[in-house]
DNA sequence: TATGAATGAGCTTTCATTCAT
DNA sequence: TATGAATGAAAGCTCATTCAT
């Protein structure tokens, strides 16, 4: 398994055997086929056969690229945290131009996100659960979920200094409660997919920051 | 693995041999090695074998108690949920005289809880996991999902009805809210286990429900 | 497994544990239920457990009445070649006024044994396979097998010297070949149920052993 | 396993994993062990683990070329039936000049091929007990069987038109017959080896047949 | 760069048998 | 006489990994 010292894991996976686009190709395609088992199967019921199957090659090109498991499983999360940065992807928050509208559009933006790519969520919760016991994971999605905020943090500041929003605001308590509310509203998915609808929550959510009911504007 | 028409599993753990008490205790026995081995290793790492060793019995008595690993995950699942509801018992919400008191002690005690308890959430967690592939275990942790938020709707009715909290308060939404953000919080406490004190949390969450920030008195 | 040194097996299997009424007809049941798991599943799929199951007791019931599965098997091969040796029984030959008529009767009741006891013939033709490395079972079926020889060889020397029959008739070479040929058409009954006619056999048996057509009567 | 809607099994044995000329070997070597084990302890006795022990693989490579243990039997199957197929082979039936010559050598050259290799009649027992229950394995020996059948109903029907054999002989009855009556023969074998010396059979057989003895001549 | 073949170690499950009661 | 509980020893099968080509 490629990991720095610092818990960090190489974001490029393994180094070696990457020297051609063909290669490259390969080597995404195998973790693009890993990350389809992790989100049908789990982790749990991921085979490295079924995802050399998957991405037609034999068993033994799978392990040229990846020298263990443990080395497409991490290809599998550096590629998932990624989908979460790249901006304009369907995953990431959407632009707005004020303070109040970009925190409006997070829950909902994360609601959608939740709904359109399931499997992108899945494969989260696996790495989530692997995270419990596995350090190297556990640092890169730590890094993830600090990027998410201070993005939020942002917001919330920007949001209070305009007048937007309660100013005696936690904003740090704030940030970490919009992410863990945004989390616990996909584990609650899962059991319930049918019962959840957010605009309500945004509704309550607006509340609770801005310190007055939204209907009740000036 | 005993499971009724609609998707519920029978609570009462296995029912398949377990005549005599001291059966019942080698099922008790087997039951809680699983769990710990669940807790430590997840359900990726969980080998009948070190369930039967560390119960102390051969692997065939395992399976003379628990047909199949999967008739072991039912029981397990069933022992961790029934855990929320023993009254008293550590995971269960604490009693407290009025409404407020109750939601006031409701993130508190999650919290002490997923400190205190770990191994109970982290199982909890690889359920949810699990959850997303099976059906019987997603239907029974649904069924706990909504005792909680009934449970807390009941508190939050109370609190309204009581003038504590904001008469216009969406119930619902708070209470799935407040079910959701435990949730989250136990997520992001497994990637940042020390950053996560709880009581900046409740203030902001009084400051919702409230409508006022508890230090403004009037 | 009782067996006596010259290889005949203790036809009334164990001597052991059979002193009341009741422990004789618990004996009866698990034998029986023996008998029709090995013709339903044959030697390969017989499980002692589902014996056990089908007459109704524990598993340790059938280890107090047959010590080990061999014993079961041995009361099963008792039991099998029993009925054959059973006068009256259907699957015995029919009395017959003269020699001929016998030799008539002896291949037609042994084709109507096949189709209405083919689970008997099916733990025959079982028992026949074991015997290929089993002296005791081996020992067992070839006392059957003289008994058919030489009761037929009777038949054949009355027909001779009554007459009915080829004068230079080969008493015991025929008596051996009608046995084999009753056997080998079970074989093929298996392959091809519905093809096996028997009466056109017995007319080319009768042209054999009399050395004139049936038709050619005087 | 390889088989057709019919019932018939692919007669070409596992068409799994066998690309390269190695590979065919040890899938021979495979069969070959398997052919030997079923001879020696019969299905019951059967265990993958010995069988890739006397092919001296590990117990995995022979899952690599028969996935299952079923796989392996037909494969078996498809060998123990080819054997009779292959002209030349000891166990095929031997060229003669004229018919009667055919039908003479015919219990000679099986009588023969039961003594020279007793492994192959004991496998084919095995399968023909096996197909009580396996519609699979019936299908392809009723092949066999019919093979047999048209063989030697080809060579009566030569006699009886060259004039060497009775003309009011039925054909197919006296093919079915002498089938019945080399399998059933061999089931005699098993009981008493040594009693059975077939020239007297063919004696009377030939009454049989040409409706004269063969002492008697005209 | 890619693969067919091979394997050590291990997995869940089975089974005949035993024994205290 | 009968049984619930327990087990040693497998059994069929799987899986990540290796290696010669």
């Known amino acids: 398994m490629t990991q720095a010292v610092d818990g960090r894991v190489d974001?490029?996976?393994?180094?070696?055997?990457?020297?051609?686009?063909?290669?490259?190709?390969?080597?995404e395609a195998l973790t693009r086929a890993a990350f389809d088992l992790i989100a049908e199967r789990g982790f749990e019921?991921?085979?490295?056969?079924?995802?050399?199957?998957?991405?037609g090659v034999n068993i033994a090109t799978l392990h040229y690229y990846f020298p263990s498991k443990e080395d497409l499983i991490q290809a599998v999360l550096a590629a998932a945290v990624a989908r979460f940065r790249r901006p304009g992807?369907?995953?990431?928050?959407?632009?707005?131009?004020?303070?109040?509208?970009?925190?409006?559009?997070?829950?909902?933006?994360?609601?959608?996100?939740?709904?359109?790519?399931p499997d992108l969520f899945a494969v989260l919760l696996e790495l989530s659960t692997r995270a419990l016991r596995?350090?190297?994971?556990?640092?890169?999605?730590?890094r993830t979920d600090e990027e998410w905020r201070e993005h939020l943090a942002g917001y919330l500041?920007?949001?209070?200094e305009a007048g937007q929003l309660r100013p005696d605001l936690d904003v740090q308590a704030a940030a970490i409660s919009l992410v863990a509310l945004s989390k616990g509203l996909h584990l609650q998915m899962i059991m319930t997919p049918d019962?959840?609808?957010?605009?309500?929550?945004?509704v309550e959510i607006e509340q609770w920051l801005t310190g007055r009911s939204e209907t009740t504007a000036p």
């Open 134 to 142: 596995d350090e190297g994971i556990r640092a890169t999605m730590r």
């Open 157 to 160: 500041r920007a949001g209070v």
């Open 195 to 202: 019962e959840l609808v957010g605009e309500r929550f945004n």
């Open 89 to 117: 992807s369907p995953e990431a928050p959407p632009p707005a131009p004020d303070p109040l509208g970009q925190l409006r559009g997070f829950l909902r933006s994360r609601e959608r996100a939740m709904r359109e790519s």
């Open 11 to 27: 974001q490029g996976t393994a180094e070696h055997a990457r020297h051609t686009k063909h290669g490259e190709e390969q080597q």
């Open 45 to 55: 019921g991921l085979r490295t056969r079924d995802v050399a199957a998957r991405a």
